[in-house]
């Protein structure tokens, strides 16, 4: 593809991200705060750039992958930033969850230089970033959405534009709610099950396939029954984006006392060092407390 | 077949499960507590006992399908209960959802004359019923299982065996806190993208396929964006479930801080006139939650 585009951060999902659009036959720029990221990338074609504004100032489209807000702000807004070398037509993508207030107030910043900003968080993790298989919720400008839409197929499976700047992020809000509050459910259900001496694989044959099924049920069950805690989502990472949640929440005044409960006991989970453990170790919180004596 | 076959409860559940057994070929004989509910099985071939006593004196297999451990100890163990006709080789199968120990406790006075009690609660509700689709989870001795497995194929499809008895309320037990606390991430999250003005359908579709899917977001979040409350299972009912949860967690020194959450926050849903509504109008109450004021 005849893109001049940039990627920045690098990281567990960023990599095989940036990777799929090299393989698509973009000319890549690429960027990471970590020295040495890139490495794979150049030696497959990419080329370098000392800073976001370089990646910017020789890309047409840049793609960003980080973790939170503040990251978000420093690439996009900082001294060395995006907004350095914005000018019209640019079009950014950033594909953190983050804010979704703080997304609206960087997109009339870079509005007015004439650039676009879509915020495209994903779902799927790291092995769907690895599969090209992400679900990716976008919000903003839809004739920048169309623009990018191509290159968003070559990294997701599920690409939906969900409405104006910030409705991305939101979406992806009400997927961690969903995600977290579900895994809740899981964690109580099993740890009632195995209070009560029930043999754990058939009981979730026996409930599984009905109205109690979720995909949280099918995939992190099996793996709380055996005290698998080995991250595919990471507990620290869930609570980052809990606590967007409820800042959002706060900001639209909507009282949240499932997603508020579940971050409550995911702080537990970090307390008793499960921190970097895959979200599947809340089963171990809701047993402990089920068994402190 | 060339059973004689009881049953007693010809509610919304019972009364197509029963005309299973009957459209299987067996020798029926019914009670309901309630005149003329036996009519129609009646018109096309059972016979109706004055009492649950004549029932099992007439039966080798008992079915029973009621609402409440009180109702189940008043079939089984009342004045003219089916106690009264036990004897070596009966077996009652309960497929009411009542307490695991309550459960017990009556399988131990039976098995004082010989007769075997299977507890044998069902899920899929009553479109599972009409269409012998029902979810069956089966506890007690594995004979008596043998014995009534091609029966209960006649009313389900998924029929598992839990282990001894109490083992199938338990999991239906189970069964219940997915649900409903699978219910309130639905509820909180749709409450979540309303309030914050996103595209509800478009939303759902582009969740429910990943981490985020459950049954409960494909099959109720469609009648909750609708605001279609009408019954699939009533929160009545969930709540007599959710209460049975609460004390047999009490009884086994299980925290469920979750499934209590629930339980409250369906108690503010049968007090704002939502008791005979279907379960997705938990939704209903999550968003007046949010917009007090």
């Known amino acids: 593809m005849d893109n001049r585009v940039g990627f920045i951060g690098l990281g567990i999902m960023g990599q095989p991200m940036a990777g799929h659009l090299l393989a698509a036959g973009c000319s890549l ?6 020295k040495g990221k890139a490495a794979k990338l150049v030696s497959c074609g990419a080329r370098e750039a000392a800073s976001p504004a370089e990646v910017a100032a020789r890309s047409d489209i840049v793609f960003l992958c980080v973790t939170d807000t503040p990251d978000v702000e420093q690439v996009l807004l900082g001294d060395s930033g995006v907004i350095q070398s914005a000018r019209p037509g640019l079009i950014v993508v950033d594909h953190s969850t983050i804010s979704p207030s703080a997304t609206r107030r960087m997109a009339e910043k870079l509005a007015e230089r004439g650039a676009a900003l879509l915020d495209a968080p994903v779902s799927g993790g790291d092995v769907g970033a690895r ?3 992400l679900s990716i919720m976008v919000g903003g400008d839809a004739k920048a ?4 839409e191509p290159l968003l197929k070559k990294m997701g499976t599920t ?13 992806k809000l009400v997927n961690q709610i969903l995600v977290s509050v579900t895994n809740l459910a899981v964690s109580e259900a099993l740890t009632f099950a195995k209070k009560n001496g029930l043999d754990l694989d058939k009981t979730v044959a026996a409930v599984a396939g009905g109205a109690a099924g ?4 099918a995939n992190l069950g099996p793996k709380m029954i055996a005290g698998d805690f080995r991250p595919g989502f990471m ?3 869930q609570q980052k ?4 949640v409820l800042q959002s929440a706060e900001e639209s005044n909507t009282s949240l006392p499932a997603a508020s409960l579940v971050h409550q006991l995911f702080t ?7 921190g970097k453990d895959g979200t599947q170790a809340l089963f171990a919180v809701i047993e402990k407390l089920a068994s402190l004596h």
């Open 29 to 34: 720029t690429v960027y990471a705060r970590t």
């Open 214 to 217: 979720s995909w949280q049920l």
């Open 131 to 133: 599969n090209a298989s």
């Open 145 to 148: 959405f169309e623009r990018v």
């Open 235 to 237: 507990i620290n990472l």
């Open 241 to 244: 984006d809990l606590r967007l």
């Open 268 to 274: 537990a989970a970090q307390a008793s060092g499960h």
């Open 159 to 171: 690409i939906t534009r969900c409405g104006g700047s910030g409705t991305g992020q939101l979406t």
